[in-house]
């Protein structure tokens, strides 16, 4: 059964801050999702990562994905309020069309 | 229209009344996703629709939850005799092309907010 663990859940952080969200996953998977919810809000789509050492930036945002260690790391550099939501990893199981999510991680960006 | 569309964006049901969404997918997309999002959890699978087949109906947690896309385009998730366990947010995806094997972008509708009381 595959697997999905973020952390931290919960990321309270000031302004100008950087910080990294971790994602790990249980079993092999070559793709790699970020997604942001905003309350009561749709998923919003940040990154597709789809190979080992894959990075990808946008912004304050960056994603990066190392399956051999099952991890994926989202990068916050120099937080701004405009970033408060929370964000998910998910994974691809191997050979079905299901994306596993991870619990997400709560960000507050304080002033 | 410009986004998936679900309709209705609240729902408030009696415990053991049948409730149905809709999803109004992107133009054009082929695959369709169905999850389900309890209070401060992920979202998970439900079923997935490629076209008008029902490909993997796996997520689907009981009898009661039914789901179809008669024509290839919306589709409507059923739940029958509604219990308080399956109060949730259920979200609608869809992507372009088949599935999410080519990691090509997911798009998610607002979700229908289901709470049987």
């Known amino acids: 059964e595959l697997k999905v663990e973020q952390n931290p859940l919960f990321l309270s952080m000031q302004e100008g801050k950087n910080y990294t969200i971790y994602c790990n996953y249980s079993?092999?998977?070559?793709?790699l999702y970020w997604y942001r919810q905003d309350p009561g809000k749709s998923l919003e789509s940040l990154f597709v990562?789809?190979?080992?050492?894959a990075v990808k930036q946008e912004g304050r945002l960056m994603a990066s994905l190392d399956t051999k260690a099952r991890l994926s790391t989202l990068h916050i550099t120099a937080a701004v309020h405009d970033l408060s939501a929370t964000y998910f990893c998910?994974?691809?199981?191997?050979?079905?069309?299901?994306?596993?999510f991870g619990t997400g991680t709560l960000l507050a960006v304080q002033p | 229209g410009a986004g998936v569309s679900q309709s209705p964006r609240y729902k408030v049901a009696k415990r053991g009344q049948d409730v149905a969404l809709r999803c109004d997918p992107i133009?054009?997309?082929?695959?369709l996703f169905w999850y389900q999002q309890a209070l401060g959890q992920g979202p998970e699978f439900l079923t997935y629709?490629?076209?008008?087949?029902?490909?993997?109906k796996s997520g689907l947690p009981s009898d009661r939850f039914f789901a179809e896309r008669p024509e290839g385009s919306v589709s409507t998730l059923k739940i029958q005799r509604t219990q308080q366990e399956d109060s949730a947010v259920y979200l609608c995806?869809?992507?372009?092309?088949?599935?999410?094997?080519?990691?090509?972008?997911?798009?998610f509708g607002e979700g229908s907010w289901l709470t049987v009381v």
């Open positions: 995806a869809s992507s372009l092309v088949a599935g999410h094997l080519s990691g090509n972008t997911i798009y």
């Open positions: 079993t092999t998977s070559d793709r």
């Open positions: 990562l789809l190979s080992n050492g």
């Open positions: 998910a994974v691809d199981m191997p050979y079905t069309n299901k994306l596993i």
């Open positions: 133009s054009g997309h082929v695959s």
């Open positions: 629709f490629q076209n008008e087949a029902q490909l993997d």
